[in-house]
Nanobody, 115 residues
Framework: VQLVESGGGLVQPGGSLRLSCAASGFTFGNYGMTWYRQAPGKERELVASIGSDGGRITYADSVKGRFTISRDNTKSRVYLQMNSLKAEDTAVYYC?????????WGQGTQVTVSS
């Protein structure tokens, strides 16, 4: 199982970014996917999750109305569209899935929101 995130970067407050996670090594369409983030000095927190069929979507209260999670099972990818970014969204963002009773994480992608 491999999860590879991309799309992070530096963006001004109010800006947008789209993160992507490319999955391989398992039947992607059979598993839910989750985005987590970890800011400096803070614990890792769940940002958004999506069921295997694109349903059962949940968001952290802090990102509701600003972030959108989606997936493309034909491409084995999960996305996180982030709009109206705030300084407090600065963190390393991780892609996660629980496959074959094991936890799998990507390497993370840095998102920095700053003027």
């Amino acid at each position: 199982v491999q999860l590879v995130e991309s799309g992070g970067g530096l963006v001004q407050p109010g800006g947008s970014l789209r993160l992507s996670c490319a999955a391989s090594g398992f039947t992607f369409g059979n598993y839910g996917m989750t985005w987590y983030r970890q800011a400096p000095g803070k614990e890792r927190e769940l940002v958004a999750s999506i069921g295997s069929d694109g349903g059962r979507i949940t968001y952290a209260d802090s990102v509701k109305g600003r972030f959108t999670i989606s997936r493309d099972n034909t491409k084995s990818r999960v996305y996180l569209q982030m709009n109206s970014l705030k300084a407090e969204d600065t963190a390393v963002y991780y892609c996660y899935s629980y496959v074959w009773a094991r936890h799998y994480w990507g390497q993370g992608t840095q998102v920095t929101v700053s003027s």
